[in-house]
């Protein structure tokens, strides 16, 4: 009885997912890939640099924050943020 019963049934229906959803997915299979997602304001200074940097490479966002960080880090290990951070001060930037 339970074989007829199945048979009568509707196929299922894909149920469509929210976009909170949706988000949520991306974000987890971005984690899956070893990507973090990092927020955070920019100060005047900084979206001026980002728009040249952006002009001239056309590099994406990710591409960009990513190289930010890294060159950061770089200096910080190589004992040269002091230095970076006189000149971003001198250069009004």
Not at 43 to 63: F, G, H, M, R
């Given at each position: 009885?339970?074989?007829?019963?199945?048979?009568?049934?509707?196929?299922?229906?894909?149920?469509?997912?929210?976009?909170?959803?949706?988000?949520?997915?991306?974000?987890?299979?971005?984690?899956?890939?070893?990507?973090?997602?990092?927020?955070?304001?920019?100060?005047?200074?900084?979206?001026?640099?980002?728009?040249?940097?952006?002009?001239?490479?056309?590099?994406?966002?990710?591409?960009?924050?990513?190289?930010?960080?890294?060159?950061?880090?770089?200096?910080?290990?190589?004992?040269?943020?002091?230095?970076?951070?006189?000149?971003?001060?001198n250069n009004k930037l």
């Amino acid at each position: 009885m339970k074989n007829a019963e199945k048979t009568n049934e509707l196929p299922s229906k894909k149920i469509a997912m929210s976009n909170a959803e949706k988000q949520k997915r991306y974000r987890e299979r971005q984690k899956e890939r070893g990507l973090q997602e990092m927020r955070g304001y920019m100060s005047p200074e900084a979206k001026n640099c980002y728009k040249l940097i952006s002009e001239q490479t056309n590099w994406s966002d990710s591409v960009i924050l990513s190289n930010a960080v890294r060159l950061t880090y770089a200096a910080y290990k190589n004992g040269q943020i002091g230095l970076l951070n006189s000149w971003l001060k001198n250069n009004k930037l």
